[in-house]
């Protein structure tokens, strides 16, 4: 209960809140790259406590938000074929495809199950050697290590009925993307404590340089994110675009060095394609030469299905915060967290989601009524 109650403490977040009115004496446009971040922003409206010299601008963090169409359909086609146990976590189950989600595809006979580790996956791999079994492999450098140390294990004990469909995405590379989008608005950037828990902050002081933005590393308690923010504004207020670590208790400059080791050893970084943006260069993973065997892709021979995004879903364009949900004509009309359009109202981190949840009512009544 510890970091519940000290980091959701209200008074000492209007004493934060303070200090970051007294520090801000222009506009500036923070974005929080991490969709957990964003949740905990909404959840707790600490956007509409800031003061309106400060927007935040909500980032690609959400790693089902930004696994593409593309990849959807390709898990839909392999989870649909006789003698396939397909295991995801359960927030994959209700992202659409082009015409169906996982949950349709059990519905209709399909052996899909939540798993809560990619080693569950393995397990029934090895109780089901008849079987092929395949794990969903999603998210960002966050969920990577433990999918690597899997098809690892995989490898070391012999099992060859398991492989991984492998949809992993990397926050630097987006970071560049954003910023050398014609229309960025971003001058500062809240980075994703978990996934620098892994990696460390050596990546971000050559993107901090070139685009001359500070980065603050934060965790996603109340005040994680405000102390962040202050930051952040006291870095834009003096001209300095340095990369800050707010998140000491879990965030070292090295990262974890164990499961770097293994992500090198299991991966390969590949170009990759995120939902609603496109492809990025050197922005992902995929599994290397040494592990090749266990690519769920190859094996089912799904790597050329081709799929078109929805013509009316704007979810690209909120990832990479140039709109807020709501700007969108089909919030809460044609798409609901009930008949998704995109994984942006799916996903438990994705914004569209957020501002159903908790921010739908202060909307007007044609945007916040489906």
Not at 137 to 153: D, L
Not at 252 to 269: C, I, R, S, T, Y
Request: hydrophobic residues 40%.
């Amino acid at each position: 209960m510890k970091y519940l109650d000290e980091f959701s403490n209200p008074q000492l977040a209007g004493i934060l809140l303070e200090r970051i009115r007294e520090s801000a004496t222009r506009r500036w446009a923070i974005m929080e790259v991490c969709g957990g971040q964003t949740h905990s922003i909404i959840r707790h409206g600490i956007d509409q406590l800031l003061p309106d010299t400060i927007e935040m601008i909500h980032g690609p963090g959400c790693p089902v938000c930004v696994t593409p169409l593309g990849m959807i359909d390709k898990a839909l086609d392999i989870a649909a074929q006789p003698g396939v146990i397909f295991c995801s976590f359960g927030d994959m189950l209700r992202v659409p495809g082009s015409s169906k989600d996982l949950f349709r595809v059990k519905s209709e006979g399909g052996d899909v199950r939540v798993v809560y580790s990619p080693l569950d996956a393995l397990e029934l791999a090895q109780a089901n050697p008849d079987r092929q079994v395949v794990f969903f492999g999603i998210g960002f450098e966050t969920t990577a290590p433990a999918n690597a140390m899997t098809v690892y294990q995989a490898k070391r004990l012999g099992i060859k009925n398991f492989s991984l469909l492998v949809s992993h995405v990397l926050v630097p590379p987006a970071i560049a993307a954003i910023m050398e989008s014609p229309d960025c608005r971003v001058q500062a950037f809240l980075a994703a404590g978990h996934v620098c828990t892994v990696m460390g902050t050596r990546e971000y002081p050559p993107l901090a340089e070139k685009y001359e933005v500070p980065v603050v590393v934060t965790g996603f308690e109340p005040l994680d994110i405000l102390e962040g923010i202050r930051r952040t504004v006291i870095q834009l207020e003096s001209g300095r675009h340095e990369v800050e670590n707010a998140y000491p208790r879990a965030v070292a400059e090295a990262g974890n060095p164990v499961a770097k080791q293994m992500l090198e050893d299991v991966f390969d970084v590949t170009d990759r394609a995120w939902r609603g943006i496109g492809v990025i260069p050197r922005s992902g993973w995929r599994l290397s030469d040494r592990y090749r065997e266990f690519d769920a892709e190859q094996r089912f021979a799904v790597g050329d299905l081709q799929t078109a995004e929805s013509s009316i879903c704007r979810s690209g364009e909120v990832l990479q915060g140039l709109i807020k949900p709501h700007e969108c004509a089909a919030f809460g009309k044609q798409c609901t967290p009930r008949n998704p359009l995109g994984a942006t109202m799916v996903s438990s981190e994705g914004a569209c989601a957020a501002y159903y949840l908790y921010r739908r009512l202060d909307l007007p009544a044609e945007v916040a009524h489906a």
